[in-house]
């Protein structure tokens, strides 16, 4: 068996990079990635280390993308090993950041190298980008490189997110999109008072409720072939003084829509609008958007993937636009194309994360099967 992914993926697992320090994991691509003819640029903004990579200068130009931050490990003392040693027990690579995702950063760097390999004058161009702020704000990562990229008109046409996607069984599931998140910060207003003569105040909480009933039996959408009709969610909701004897001036509702390209994002703010107003509430919203959604339908990306895992694994990929948000949704600016496909997503964020190790090869050759069949 071929260990150069597994020992790549060992090698980023025993880095520190706690979100969003990198610990030195982009210079380990980076080596391996000059080696074969790479042109690295180093993009670093504010704390964040970030790196675009590009090997030749034509088109197609196939990106793959990702991120060498990990979450917090929790409780060290629970880890069946020490999060940071990457260590295999009962056919298993345990590590924080083994799934998501060193492991495919591995496996794009190792599957690009047989490529080129095989195919050193290969047409069209390979790009890697990899930042160390996708896990925490996502201000200083993906965002600003794509933004960089697009200023200098240096578009991708298929991009590739190493994100863990599969359910069950390596190959089991493409994301070829995700949802938008749209929060709201509501204040409605009431006036304070003593709790025994409600009638000098106005109970906000009171006053909000109908609104609230309605807003959370509005159908918005009924979502389309690749997504879900959207929701909306209350995440908090803040009032009262502290004591029992006395009528709020304010409550505060902090709710969210996971949404879908069946909605936008006016659309959705004006609609809420709409129905505050109809209830006739004295209110504040002030609004955040932290993703849009994207979506890539069926095509060239979709196909040349899809027939990689087939190769591959035998299975016939599942298209799916669920879970949270990624930096799909930056790439998808400046890209027509973009998918996610990594290993299991069971153990994500988890405690004792891991990776089969016989899950590893297959995922370095979904990726060079890839590039077999988009730079023929």
């Known amino acids: 068996m071929d260990n ?48 675009w990579a590009r090997r030749g200068t034509s088109q197609p130009l196939i990106c793959f993308a990702g991120h060498t931050d990990v979450v917090p490990t929790g409780p060290a003392e629970k880890w069946g090993s020490e999060p940071f040693t990457p260590t295999i027990r009962d056919g ?33 161009s390979i790009a890697v980008l990899v930042t160390s702020d996708e896990e925490d704000v996502a201000i200083d990562g993906t965002e600003k490189v794509v933004q960089a990229l697009q200023a200098r008109n ?89 004591a029992t004897n006395v009528v709020p001036g304010t409550v505060e509702i902090l709710f969210n829509f996971r949404f879908s390209t ?33 979506l890539t339908p069926k095509g060239n990306l979709v196909d040349a993937v899809a027939q990689a895992i087939k190769d591959t694994t035998g299975l016939d990929a599942e298209l799916s636009t669920s879970g949270g948000t990624s930096d799909g949704r930056f790439l998808a600016d400046i890209c027509p194309q973009v998918l996610e496909i990594g290993p299991l997503n069971a153990t994500i964020h988890k405690i004792d994360e891991c990776v089969a190790v016989t899950d590893i090869e297959p995922l370095k050759e979904i990726y060079r099967r890839t590039l077999e069949n988009l730079l023929k």
């Open 262 to 294: 069946a909605s936008t994002v006016d659309d959705l703010k004006t609609w809420v609008h709409a129905i505050l107003d109809r209830h006739c509430l004295d209110y504040d919203l002030k609004w955040a958007l932290s993703a849009k959604p994207y």
């Open 154 to 242: 240096e578009l991708i046409d298929y991009c590739i997110v190493g994100e863990p996607t599969c359910a069950n069984k390596l190959g089991d599931t493409l994301k070829n999109g995700r949802r938008g998140s749209l929060s709201g910060t509501l204040t409605v207003k009431g006036v304070q008072c003593h709790i025994a003569y409600p009638h000098l105040g106005k109970n906000p909480i009171h006053l909000a409720t109908p609104a609230i009933t309605e807003l959370a039996n509005t159908i918005w959408d009924t979502g389309n072939e690749y997504f879900p009709a959207t929701t909306w969610q209350i995440s908090n909701i803040h009032g009262g003084t502290g």
């Open 4 to 51: 150069r992914t597994l020992e790549l993926a060992k090698a980023l697992i025993a880095r520190r990079s706690l979100t969003p320090d990198d610990a030195g994991c982009q210079e380990i691509l980076i080596e391996r990635l000059e080696k074969i003819g790479f042109k690295i640029e180093r993009m670093r903004f504010g704390v964040v280390d970030n790196f």
């Open 92 to 124: 298993m690579l345990y590590g924080r950041g083994a799934a998501d995702m060193k492991t495919s950063l591995a496996a794009f760097v190792t599957a690009i190298e047989e490529f080129v390999a095989t195919h050193p004058a290969h047409p069209g």
